[in-house]
């Protein structure tokens, strides 16, 4: 894993990453750009799911605005973060709180997958009731927690390896 992760590093990519005067600021402030449309929209959703924002629109109605500007800013932060990854490979994957942000995006990709693939199922229904059911409230909770320790594990991420 060490060669592959050292191969990263040495890529053009990887270079420009850790030596320009340039590279790493520039694609960290994309990446939070990134990060802010993604989660930001994100947490107006979840807020929604658990009754605490936007009570007076439906749930599909906030759905269908928020979450394409969200899918755009995972885009852009999920394709910063790797050329991020690349220019540190070797120090990132030693670092315990960039383990902890993986761990944690997959925890975010899962609870994602069962709210599309299960929860969501009675959504229609959910836009006339006054109280959304406990599993669409979960789905908001997990995601609010996980994107959380996302974000100060990234942040950690700067303090612990550079």
Known sequence: MQTLLH???????????????YGFPILVGIHIMGLVLSVGMLLWFDLRL???????AAVSQ???????????GFTVMFITGGMLFVGYATQAY???FFRIKIAMLLLAGINAMVYH?????DRPQWDVEARLPRAARMAGVISLLA????????????????
């Open 50 to 56: 658990l009754g605490f924002a936007l009570e007076s």
């Open 147 to 162: 994107w959380g320790t996302i974000i100060v594990c990234g942040r950690m991420m700067a303090y612990t390896m550079y």
């Open 7 to 21: 191969q990263l590093e040495t890529t053009p990519l990887g270079i420009l990453v850790r030596e320009s005067l």
């Open 94 to 96: 030693q670092n315990r």
């Open 62 to 72: 906030v759905y269908r605005r928020l979450i394409p500007w969200a899918t755009a």
């Open 117 to 121: 693939l299960v929860t969501e199922r």
